[in-house]
């Protein structure tokens, strides 16, 4: 099974294509990667030519949700929808902090880790992770966090990663999101769903002013 990831939920916006298939894990076929930029279609179209692979061979469509950048997500999730109308493929989305976490995994860190993203006003995205050598448990679920509470973390020693995470915090790690990791969680799940369920992982809720009415002039 051929699987189209995409991670936008960063600064890094990457494509991959990944094939599952055996015992083992998916194997990479193709990646591309740009940071800065909003190119959805050219990422995935750079990374199914570095797969070899033609559009109609993709079975699967991975996005990831965020976390993060609200445009790059509204992005994938509208690419993941249009390609499931146009071929009918199967979309899954999966977090994007799961997507550290085993990006983590993957670089071998181990012990417990808080994935940090900016949330913006003077806020972050937090999550608690437990990374073994063949394993990673959420020990405190995602929610919203103060800076200074952040800041508290570090000055204890905690462990913080995600992307960006040096510019704030010394000792911090840089951890980006990864299509290639997205691709391999989703090729481990079943879980599909239409692509018009997809929503951004957006913990505010959402609030905004209805503009008054039009005055009418005569």
Same mark, same amino acid.
């Given at each position: ?54 559009? &109609?061979?993709?079975?699967?469509? /991975?996005?990831?949700? #965020? !976390? @993060? ?5 509204? =992005? *994938?999730?509208? +690419? ?71 800041? &508290?973390?570090?000055?204890?020693? /905690?462990?913080?990663? #995600? !992307? @960006? ?5 010394? =000792? *911090?790690?840089? +951890? ?43």
């Amino acid at each position: 099974m051929k699987i189209l990831a995409i991670e936008f939920s960063s600064e890094q916006r990457t494509a991959a294509v990944v094939e599952s298939g055996g015992s083992g894990p998916a194997a990479l076929l193709g990646r591309a990667v740009e940071t800065g930029t909003h190119r959805p279609l050219a990422l995935a179209a750079e990374a199914l030519r570095q797969a070899g692979c033609e559009r &109609e061979e993709i079975e699967v469509l /991975a996005v990831g949700l #965020g !976390p @993060g950048s609200y445009t790059g997500i509204r =992005g *994938a999730i509208a +690419l993941a929808q249009g390609w499931q109308l146009g071929r009918g493929v199967k979309v899954i989305g999966v977090s994007s902090v799961e997507g550290l976490a085993a990006a983590a995994q993957e670089a071998k860190w181990t012990g417990p880790l808080d994935i940090i993203i900016d949330a913006q006003r003077n806020e972050f995205y937090l999550a608690r992770y437990e990374i073994g050598a063949g394993s990673r448990r959420e020990l405190e679920a995602l929610r919203l966090a103060r800076f200074a509470e952040i800041e &508290e973390l570090a000055r204890g020693g /905690a462990t913080l990663c #995600g !992307p @960006g995470a040096t510019q704030w915090f010394a =000792g *911090a790690r840089e +951890l980006q999101p990864d299509a290639g990791v997205l691709g391999r969680l989703a090729a481990e799940r079943r879980d599909y769903t239409s692509g018009e369920k997809l929503e951004p992982i957006y913990l505010r809720e959402t609030a905004f002013k209805k503009a008054p009415p039009r005055r009418v002039t005569t």
